[in-house]
C-alpha cells in the first residue's frame, strides 16, 4: 500500500512539474519578447475530461516536454475573458494555440492528440518559426 501511494506521488509530481507553466497570458507575451520565444496557449476549461487526458498523456510525456523547452508555455481557462481578448474564437477545449512573440497565430490545434499527432504539429510549427 505504501509504495503505491509512493508511485503515484512521483507520477503526480512528474505532471506537475514536468512543464514550467506561465500563470497569465500577459506574463507570457512578455516574456516571449523578452527571451525571444513563441508561445504556446493551452486552453482548457475545469470539467474537461479531454483537457485533463491531453495534460495527463500527451503533456506529461518527456519527449513532448524536451519538445516544448523552446517555447513560453501558458495555461488559460476558456471563461478567462482577459486571456480570450487576445486570442480568435475557441471552438472547443482542449485548444492549443502556437503563437509567435508578436501574437500572431503560428498554428492552431483543436481537441485531444496523442504524442506521435501532436510531435507533428510541434514539427509544422518549428518550421513556420525558421522562415
Aim: glycine content about 4%; aromatic content about 10%; proline content about 2%.
Amino acid at each position: 500500500m505504501m509504495l503505491k501511494g509512493i508511485s503515484i506521488l512521483i507520477i503526480c509530481t512528474g505532471v506537475l512539474f514536468g512543464l514550467d507553466w506561465v500563470k497569465d497570458i500577459d506574463t507570457a507575451f512578455h516574456l516571449a519578447k523578452k527571451e525571444n520565444k513563441s508561445i504556446m496557449v493551452f486552453v482548457e476549461s475545469e470539467h474537461c475530461r479531454w483537457c485533463k487526458k491531453m495534460k495527463g498523456r500527451t503533456l506529461s510525456d518527456e519527449n513532448v516536454q524536451k519538445r516544448l523547452e523552446h517555447f513560453i508555455l501558458v495555461k488559460v481557462m476558456r471563461e478567462d475573458k482577459n486571456a480570450m481578448q487576445y486570442l480568435p474564437e475557441v471552438r472547443g477545449v482542449p485548444t492549443i494555440f502556437f503563437m509567435d512573440k508578436e501574437k500572431r497565430i503560428l498554428e492552431d490545434i483543436l481537441g485531444y492528440f496523442d504524442v506521435l499527432d501532436f510531435t507533428s504539429y510541434i514539427d509544422d510549427v518549428e518550421r513556420k518559426m525558421a522562415k
